[in-house]
């Protein structure tokens, strides 16, 4: 089993191996994935990232913006902003 340090610093950086991570060479579209559940197992969107936990849904829509002014959803759609999975105008609405 290879841990944490080895992973991401010991074969990068000391032995000089390659770290290849497969997941990052398929295609992925978040919303052909939520149409495949929705269609196989009948899969109930949440409306928002972790919107299935009160705790979560409570921390990050209303703690973190109103207690520290950090809004996790601009980094969640920046990053599909920058996978093309949609459009900033989208992402800004």
């Given amino acids: ?13 000391i032995r ?5 991570r497969p997941l ?3 295609p992925y579209r978040k919303d052909e994935a ?6 196989t197992v009948g899969y109930r969107d949440y409306g928002r990232k ?12 209303h703690y973190l913006p109103h207690k520290f ?5 601009r ?7 920058l996978s093309g999975d949609i459009d900033r105008a989208t992402a800004l609405a």
């Fill in 16 to 20: 000089k191996m390659d770290v290849i």
């Fill in 69 to 73: 002014g950090y809004d996790k959803r």
């Fill in 75 to 81: 980094a969640h759609l920046s990053s599909r902003v």
């Fill in 24 to 26: 990052n060479y398929l």
């Fill in 34 to 39: 939520l149409k495949y559940l929705q269609d």
């Fill in 50 to 61: 972790h919107g299935e936990s009160v705790f979560t849904r409570f921390f990050q829509n």
């Fill in 1 to 13: 089993v290879i841990n944490f340090f080895q992973y991401y610093f010991y074969y990068p950086f």
